[in-house]
């Protein structure tokens, strides 16, 4: 490449028009999958006191935050069920109860805006009485009585219309059994969207508010959710669930794992998408309240970071700010 002052990389920055056209990576809503907090009544929103700017919806309010979505060109939601105590258990039964929360979310927001997608979330946590992602015997998690509980759970979602089962749980050899299960009940269509590095992190602590159950876990997620130190793990994690069926990938959380994300779409060349968790979320909203950054920027900047490193969506609590912006609303 010729040297200067025959190249001069700063023409290509001299005016917006010209930045357009050259950048590598375009943020647009298409790439978002907005998680939704889902809570019990009617015409009910409480805010996330840990998470400024993000709300629990009651289903009918939910069905208007979706036909909102879906006109702002975001192709899906992920929603999470806040479970109150009277419906939890050791054995969290209610995950597959035809008629919980979660199924009667599902069916309403399919029935209003049927061209949106429902990513619905596989682990018992919401569900447990100890707050963990799978059963409990003494102070194990279980790993094989869990899995046949997830299969239940996510066979319940199928039914009540979920279109991509998300598996968070972290259990050895859940894609396979759930996978088995949706063929022979013939949801061949149904995705699973595998939570394939899921890290145990320090940045969920903002989401375990918003469903309630941080006080009630009882110790830490660290015998089934991944080691922060390892990275080769990742991409055998990866591997195996793609063996067994997934049809896409998450790496969990987003931020300080970007290396793990390009990892994955270079090794494996998948859909691979990135979760930019509550603790992310609420590090650049609480920043922007204090005056200390321009939060959307901020906000923008740190998912445009995924797209760049190889992701092809995000699951982000900004969907919404972000899609309003770039439609000019």
């Not at 409480?46 to 006109?71: C, W």
């Not at 979920?162 to 949801?187: C, H, K, N, W, Y």
């Not at 390009?262 to 909203?285: L, N, Q």
């Amino acid at each position: 490449m010729p040297s200067y002052p025959l190249t001069r990389p700063r023409r290509l920055r001299t005016h917006g028009w010209i930045r357009s056209m050259v950048a590598e990576n375009v943020l647009t809503p298409a790439d978002f999958i907005w998680p939704v907090f889902v809570i019990e009544g009617e015409g009910k929103r409480e805010a996330v006191a840990s998470m400024p700017g993000v709300d629990r919806l009651s289903i009918d309010l939910l069905v208007e935050a979706a036909r909102e979505a879906a006109s702002l060109g975001i192709p899906a939601l992920a929603l999470f069920p806040v479970v109150t105590a009277e419906f939890k258990s050791e054995d969290g039964r209610e995950a597959w109860r035809a008629d919980n929360l979660m199924h009667r979310a599902i069916a309403a927001v399919k029935k209003a805006v049927p061209d949106i997608g429902l990513v619905c979330d596989v682990a018992l946590d919401p569900y447990t009485t100890h707050g963990h992602d799978g059963l409990m015997e003494g102070d194990e998690i279980v790993n094989d009585a869990s899995v046949d509980a997830l299969v239940k759970m996510a066979l319940a979602q199928a039914r009540a219309g979920a279109d991509v089962i998300a598996p968070s749980d972290m259990m050895d050899g859940r894609i396979a059994a759930i996978r088995t299960a949706l063929e022979q009940e013939r949801f061949f269509n149904t995705k699973i969207m595998a939570y394939s590095a899921k890290y145990a992190s320090a940045f969920y602590g903002p989401f375990r508010d918003a469903l309630g159950n941080k006080s009630a876990l009882k110790g830490d997620k660290r015998t089934y959710q991944m080691d922060p130190a390892n990275s080769d793990e990742a991409i055998r994690e990866v591997e195996l669930d793609l063996e067994e069926g997934a049809d896409m990938v998450m790496v969990k959380p987003g931020l300080p794992y970007l290396d793990i994300v390009r990892r994955v779409k270079d090794s494996f060349g998948v859909p691979t998408f990135a979760y930019h968790v509550s603790g992310e979320y609420a590090m650049v909203k609480a920043a922007g309240q204090l005056g200390w950054l321009d939060a959307d920027r901020a906000m923008a900047e740190c998912l445009m970071a995924f797209k760049r490193a190889g992701a092809d969506g995000i699951l982000t609590y900004a969907a919404m700010d972000l899609a309003r912006k770039i439609a000019g609303r």
